[in-house]
């Protein structure tokens, strides 16, 4: 029988590179489900960096990890969302109504626009600690759920295990579908055990409106379209994640969420909304001028490459979304999309032009 050798090379705590005497009270402890420091920072101790994003090096087992390895995950939050303190306080708003404009983004250079955010059921351990028997359960739970929406949310669950290669490939190309575990940042933090059981995709009759089950997260909800409306691609997610979060607490599973770091996720990254708001936009001549990242910096702005988070860019086509998730609210963040997104597509239009965009430079928001 082939032996994971995996834990063996497991880092202890002893390696963690920061003083021991100063953690020491992390030194054996673990959370109720059994969850380790060790099983926290081993995917960062494996990839200690990726290409094309900034990564924090570490996960959550359960939402009692966050409480139980505070020393350590508090300042990886603090510096990975611009200063969070410990007593700060999470906000949401989920008003769609509340997000100004959207409407207008350029078509000729946004070629498609889409929000999405991840949520934990309670009562179960996240995807890094799940056991099998968690894993089908969420499952069944979700399919259950899921099933009982109508109206432009009606549609269909369709399993992993009953796709054929070609059925997931096509899915994934069509970026429908979440990648297989190709990426050493979940397949170290332990996310694609027992691959492909207990995992698939929902989604509505057009496609506009998925959600991913099992994979980084128990559910990720997405609203997504061609096209630069994405005032419409909000409000869909809003309608639609709102209805989802009823159901499930209706079946008595509520999301796990306190009022400090919002929605409780695997990856600390990910805490507060979850959300990612994108666009994928042309802009081949702006992404060439030495102030792109700095103007990205200014807006509170991030990239990523034509085919998402382990791509770079192809001719001039980037993924851009909102930088924070904590201590903003949903609307806030994508507004600065929106409003990030359209000063860019003019900036590129001037540039189209031969004219100089010095004068056009945002101030740091």
């Given at each position: 029988m082939a032996k994971n050798c995996h834990n063996d090379y497991k880092?202890?705590?002893?390696?963690?590179?920061?003083?021991?005497?100063?953690?020491?009270?992390?030194?054996?402890?673990?959370?109720?489900?059994?969850f380790t420091v060790d099983d926290v920072i081993q995917t960062g101790v494996d990839n200690p960096g990726h290409p094309f994003i900034m990564t924090v090096g570490c996960v959550a087992g359960d939402e009692e990890s966050y409480e139980a390895f505070k020393d350590l995950l508090d300042p990886v939050i603090s510096d990975r969302h611009g200063g969070y303190k410990p007593t700060d306080k999470h906000k949401t708003d989920l008003n769609f109504e509340n997000l100004k404009g959207g409407d207008d983004l350029d078509p000729n250079y946004v070629l498609s626009s889409r929000v999405r955010t991840g949520r934990s059921i309670k009562g179960f351990t996240l995807p890094p600690h799940n056991s099998r028997g968690e894993r089908r359960a969420i499952e069944k739970l979700s399919i259950e759920a899921l099933a009982s929406l109508d109206?432009?949310?009606?549609?269909?669950?369709?399993?992993?295990?009953g796709m054929t290669d070609a059925e997931q490939e096509q899915l994934i190309a069509d970026h429908f579908l979440f990648d297989?575990?190709?990426?050493p940042l979940l397949t170290c933090a332990g996310m694609a055990r027992d691959w492909p059981d207990g995992r698939g995709i929902w989604h509505n009759d057009n496609k506009s409106f998925l959600v991913w089950v099992n994979e980084e997260d128990h559910l990720r909800v997405i609203s997504m379209q061609k096209g630069g409306n994405m005032k419409e691609v909000f409000r869909r997610f809003c309608v639609g994640l709102q209805k989802i979060e009823a159901i499930f607490k209706k079946h008595n599973h509520g999301f796990m969420w306190n009022e400090h770091l919002g929605y409780i996720l695997t990856c600390p990254s990910n805490l507060g909304t979850g959300l990612r708001g994108g666009v994928h936009v042309k802009l081949p001549k702006l992404s060439t001028q030495p102030k792109f990242e700095e103007i990205l910096t200014r807006l509170r702005?991030?990239?990523?490459?034509?085919?998402?988070?382990?791509?770079?860019?192809?001719?001039g086509v980037f993924d851009i979304s909102n930088a924070d998730r904590l201590g903003s609210s949903e609307v806030e963040q994508v507004?600065?999309?929106?409003?990030?997104?359209?000063?860019?597509?003019?900036?590129?239009?001037?540039?189209?032009?031969?004219?100089?965009?010095?004068g056009m430079i945002p101030a740091q928001k």
């Open positions: 880092m202890k705590f002893a390696n963690l590179p920061f003083s021991f005497e100063e953690n020491y009270s992390l030194r054996g402890k673990s959370t109720p489900s059994g109206g432009e949310f009606k549609g269909k669950y369709y399993p992993l295990t297989k575990p190709v990426s702005l991030q990239k990523r490459g034509t085919g998402g988070v382990d791509t770079a860019s192809v001719g507004q600065l999309v929106v409003d990030g997104v359209k000063l860019m597509v003019e900036m590129e239009k001037k540039l189209e032009k031969g004219e100089s965009i010095d």
